[in-house]
């Protein structure tokens, strides 16, 4: 008697942004057996969100903030699950994202490495046993990129800053005074093709920590991002972490 396997389903992906993470994610998922690209949409086609588009499993959208109305419409339609990964997004934007989780499995995060989310788990450890310690972010990233400071800096002074005791300085200039002990420097760096570069010091007495991840290329969070939509799709209704997902 023939013995009889089970066949897995594929997961069913609709991609939001065909710039360069947009254009990666495609080729991630058209080359993973588990997966059928169902569609991509970009800044020409976007008002296919509303209706034209096809249903899927999961959307992951790594297009631009504005496009947030749309990307509303798309998953309140089709029930898809949402992966996002766009940044700039305001409080209320933030809050719009999260309210899908109503209805749909959602889940935004400024970054979708592996390494950055340990990096942020270090850092939070790093800062409740250094408390004494001055602490500053320094972000770099390549010379396109349109926001400042980087939604991954932000998750970073989220870790060492989870009570909001300390204020948040945005660089300094002119006779800014001795530095307050109550407050966290963020600064941003950008030049040339850096894929993203990311450092949390800690300065205190005749020592210095520092803890830092380096991308070398932005695969590392497209792949981030897929193997999230993998997992997203079998959970409830919800607004999810990174760190659920992946280390829960």
């Known amino acids: 008697m023939a013995n009889e ?6 997961i069913g992906v609709f991609v939001i942004g065909d710039g ?17 690209l169902v569609g991509i949409v970009g800044a020409d086609t976007k008002e296919d969100l509303r209706e034209a588009a ?14 947030l109305p749309l990307v509303e419409a798309y998953v309140a339609r089709t029930g ?8 700039g997004y305001s409080e209320e934007e933030l809050a719009r994202v999260k309210d899908l989780g109503r209805n749909s499995a959602v889940i935004h995060s400024a970054n979708y490495s592996l390494g950055v989310a340990v990096l942020r788990r270090l850092a939070a450890q790093a800062a409740e ?10 972000e770099t990233h390549h010379n396109q990129k349109a926001d400042a400071p980087s ?12 009570g909001g005791a300390y204020e948040p300085v945005y660089g300094r200039e002119g006779m800014c005074g001795k530095r307050d002990p109550r407050e966290i420097g963020v600064h941003a ?22 803890l830092t991840h380096r991308a070398t290329s932005r695969r590392i969070f497209a792949t981030g991002a897929v193997a999230a939509a993998k997992r997203i799709v079998a959970r409830e209704p919800g607004f999810y972490t990174f760190d659920e997902l992946m280390f829960a």
């Open 54 to 67: 096809p249903a899927a499993d999961v959307a992951i959208d790594f297009s631009h903030k504005d496009m």
């Open 5 to 10: 396997q089970s066949v897995q389903q594929e």
């Open 80 to 87: 898809a699950a949402l992966v996002s990964g766009v940044t």
């Open 129 to 138: 046993a250094l408390a004494e310690f001055d602490i500053e972010i320094t």
């Open 151 to 162: 939604g991954t800096a932000k998750l970073l002074l989220e870790a060492v800053n989870p």
């Open 189 to 210: 760096l950008r030049g040339g093709t850096v894929a993203g570069t990311h450092t949390v010091h800690f300065f205190g007495p005749d020592e210095e920590v520092e």
């Open 20 to 36: 360069r993470m947009g254009t990666i994610i495609r080729e991630l998922v058209e080359a993973d057996a588990g997966l059928k």
